[in-house]
């Protein structure tokens, strides 16, 4: 069966159609098989025109290495935010951001799906929030919200490793040399970053952040440097971030995604304290310190190419590895408290704490997410507790039904049948010891009477 016989539901078409961005989908031949009314428009084109005919005959200025789709049919590997440039078939020249994805089924290729944002909008609001981060880094008093949100009192731990880095973060903030932070999704590289400006002789000035993965590369770099008028059509004089950041830091997270040509830019401004603007033969001296914030390891990083080697030891003259959550097993509970009191607070209730069944489930899961992560499963079981106590009633399903390991003896169990049974081990140990006097039982599993009389009803 093919593709084009895979795709004729008429839901799918229908939501495919309603999808407010340009969606084009070809079979390995590279034929057209759906093309929605958003394409149309973005490419100056009619549907009737473009389905059921081949890429390059719609296309005659696309190659089979410009292609995107065509691309990614060869390589079997997903494209994202690449910008492509082609005449259409009146002649009309099309930019767009495009990210392309293979479609696979049964383990075969069977074609693929590109999802096209018209690069000129995305240019005009791209130039929007320059603009509102303009306004709103104006110099303005200390006391008007220019400082990072967070201090290094924020920074909560009870690892001494941990405590160390943040220890070692306060004393270099001071310094004017530019930091590296890398550690896993989640692990609170953004509150340092928080912090280490508050701390600086630049927390008067503004903290401006960004987000390298999160604007296409065609557009990265006027987001930057800032664009000179006549640089390009309807360009105006526009400041980019470094000078906004001026006379403060400027926080480039996800910095492996820059691309690696931007990076050359990149490393003039860390050497020489000037950025000159797109199509302008002037440089500007600015008073920037940059924090890069990366989610992988730096030497992983280099070895994919995704870093150059040259911007790494330059911003390498700080750095800190900041470890994932399993790796702070002392903080998980202690986090989870501090968690608790701070939703105590936002959602009205009066919880004391988790019950030692769910110390146990924190304490055996892996925290992929890391501290984020925590916060976010705290605030789901404060929402659907109603009393004192979290139990593991209050798991999210995620944790209730994860799979752990176990001995290579006892079979594979879900998270939630281990519960039940390690549960009724602890009640029955607990009610030995008591001399079957549920109070006491209770009291020897740290839950309230009522919750034991209700576990011992089920």
């Not at 700080?318 to 105590?344: Q, T």
Request: glycine share 6%.
């Amino acid at each position: 069966m093919n593709l084009t016989e895979k795709m004729t539901g008429e839901v799918l078409g229908a939501i495919l159609g309603s999808i407010d961005e340009a969606i084009h989908v070809v079979d390995t031949e590279g034929i057209t098989i759906f093309y929605n009314e958003v394409a149309a428009s973005h490419d100056g084109l009619k549907r009737e025109e473009v389905l059921g005919k081949p890429l390059l005959k719609l296309f005659p200025s696309l190659s089979e290495k410009s292609s995107t789709l065509l691309t990614v049919l060869k390589t079997n590997k997903p494209l994202y935010n690449k910008t492509q440039i082609f005449v259409n078939l009146h002649g009309k020249k099309i930019e767009t951001v495009n990210t392309t994805l293979p479609i696979f089924m049964g383990g075969q290729l069977i074609g693929a799906v590109e999802i096209a944002k018209d690069y000129s909008r995305l240019k005009q609001l791209s130039e929007q929030l320059l603009d509102l981060k303009k306004d709103f880094h104006k110099p303005a008093k200390k006391e008007e919200g220019q400082q990072g949100k967070y201090t290094f009192q924020d920074l909560l731990t009870l690892n001494d490793s941990f405590a160390d880095i943040k220890n070692r973060a306060e004393k270099l903030a001071k310094s004017a040399s530019p930091f590296l932070i890398y550690g896993e999704s989640g692990t609170g590289k953004e509150l340092f970053v928080h912090a280490i400006h508050n701390a600086s002789q630049r927390s008067g000035g503004p903290l401006v952040a960004q987000n390298c993965a999160a604007i296409p590369e065609s557009l990265l770099e006027s987001i930057l440097f800032g664009t000179s008028k006549g640089s390009y059509t309807g360009a105006v004089d526009r400041p980019g971030l470094f000078e906004l950041a001026n006379g403060g830091t400027l926080f480039l997270d996800e910095l492996h995604a820059m691309p690696v040509e931007l990076q050359a830019k990149l490393l003039r401004v860390l050497e020489d304290s000037a950025v000159r603007r797109i199509g302008s033969s002037s440089v500007k001296v600015v008073d920037v310190r940059v924090v890069a914030a990366m989610n992988i390891h730096p030497r992983q990083a280099m070895e994919e190419k995704k870093i150059r080697e040259d911007v790494f030891y330059r911003l390498n003259v700080l750095s800190f590895e900041l470890a994932p959550l399993r790796k702070r097993k002392e903080d998980i509970m202690f986090l989870a408290n501090v968690f608790i009191g701070k939703f105590n607070e936002k959602l009205s209730k009066r919880v004391e704490g988790p019950d030692s069944m769910v110390e146990v489930v924190f304490n055996a899961h892996s925290w992929p997410g890391n501290v984020r992560e925590l916060k976010h499963t705290i605030e789901y079981m404060m929402n659907v507790c109603e009393g004192p106590t979290l139990t593991s009633d209050h798991l999210p399903p995620f944790l209730q039904n994860a799979p752990i390991e176990k001995p290579k003896s006892m079979e594979s169990l879900s998270l939630r049948e281990n519960l039940r049974v390690l549960e009724k081990e602890l009640i029955e140990k607990a009610l030995v010891h008591s001399g079957g006097n549920i109070q006491k039982a209770a009291s020897l599993l740290d839950i309230p009477r009522q919750t034991l009389q209700y576990k011992l009803k089920k």
